[in-house]
């Protein structure tokens, strides 16, 4: 009887996944093993939405944004209720193996999986690349070279115009996006969590800025610092900031860009590794890009763990931002 796997994605869509489900569909397969989609992550799991995956329902899906499986994150799978029920569901389908496209969160349902006795590998997606356990994760480069595109077409305006601009980028709590579009868009000023810059500090970096006879400025945001885009506008209409300035929040449409070749590629890599991984007989580890290639931690190792953001970037991005 051949083995039956699930594949879903959890979590916010991330450029890739859907390269990622294509590569897992298609190396069970040819290992002989029947494949399983679950419809809209783990709240799928509960409500039993799983379906058959052929090669060709995977056709065509590589180039595509978001998720075709759908994802959705479930309150209910975050109780043992749930997560019994999940497991219950699966067993009823005679599957066994699950593989968890997603990030921190996605993760800690794949760890609760594990310890309700199923196989489970995690494949690691997330554009904040805040997870432990991959260096790169699925959806970073499509989201980075969204924001450094609208960065770089904003600027053509602001210098036209003499402005400044603030441009607020996603993450959550994890200032990466920020720091990377900033260091590559040549940002005045970064804003990120892991080290914040009171506005004061801002207003005289943009002061410095229009001294030297620079004809825009940029600053770039993560949405998740204490002084977001937002607050920092309210702030510089009590405060000159020397330059007209205009506010950016890009949000969702980092997430919907299509995939980059490199963002597929990792998305193959990381699926075949991880079906690969299930057939040898391996469970409960986080299938990431670990020194430009695949690699294994333990999801134990993942869940309630962050990946340290490293600022000897942002020290060099101070540096050149004169």
């Not at 978001?66 to 749930?82: H, I, P």
């Not at 998740?224 to 969702?252: M, W």
């Amino acid at each position: 009887m051949a083995r039956k796997i699930a594949v879903l994605t959890s979590g916010g869509d991330a450029p890739g996944m859907n390269a990622a489900v294509r590569a897992i569909v298609r190396t069970g397969i040819a290992h002989d093993c029947e494949m399983y989609g679950v419809q809209m992550g783990f709240e799928g799991l509960i409500k039993g939405n799983v379906t058959f995956l052929s090669p060709r329902d995977v056709g065509g899906i590589m180039q595509q944004a978001g998720t075709f499986l759908g994802s959705a994150r479930s309150v209910e799978f975050t109780t043992q209720e749930g997560q019994e029920k999940a497991a219950q569901n699966l067993a009823a389908l005679g599957i066994d193996s699950v593989v968890v496209i997603g990030g921190n969160g996605s993760q800690k349902g794949a760890h609760a999986l594990s310890k309700a006795g199923l196989s489970v590998v995690g494949v690691a997606s997330t554009i904040d690349n805040d997870l432990y356990g991959s260096d790169i994760t699925i959806g970073v480069d499509t989201a980075l070279n969204i924001a450094l595109e609208a960065i770089d077409r904003l600027r053509v305006t602001a210098t036209s115009h003499r402005r400044g601009l603030l441009v607020e980028v996603m993450g959550r709590k994890c200032g990466y996006l920020a720091l990377i579009a900033g260091m590559a868009g040549g940002a005045e000023a970064i804003v990120i969590p892991e080290r914040e810059l009171p506005p004061a500090r801002l207003a005289e970096i943009l002061q410095a800025a229009h001294e030297r006879g620079k004809r825009h400025a940029l600053i770039v945001v993560a949405e998740g610092s204490q002084n977001n885009a937002q607050k920092l506008a309210e702030y510089f209409k009590q405060h000159d900031p020397h330059f007209e300035l205009r506010v950016t929040i890009l949000g969702h449409v980092q997430r919907g860009g299509t995939p980059t070749a490199f963002d597929r590629l990792l998305a193959t890599r990381l699926g075949v590794a991880a079906m690969e991984a299930l057939v040898r007989g391996e469970q409960g580890i986080l299938v990431g890009l670990l020194d430009n290639r695949p690699g294994f931690t333990p999801l134990n190792d993942v869940v309630d763990r962050t990946k340290p953001l490293d600022l000897g970037l942002l020290d060099i991005a101070e540096m050149l931002a004169k």
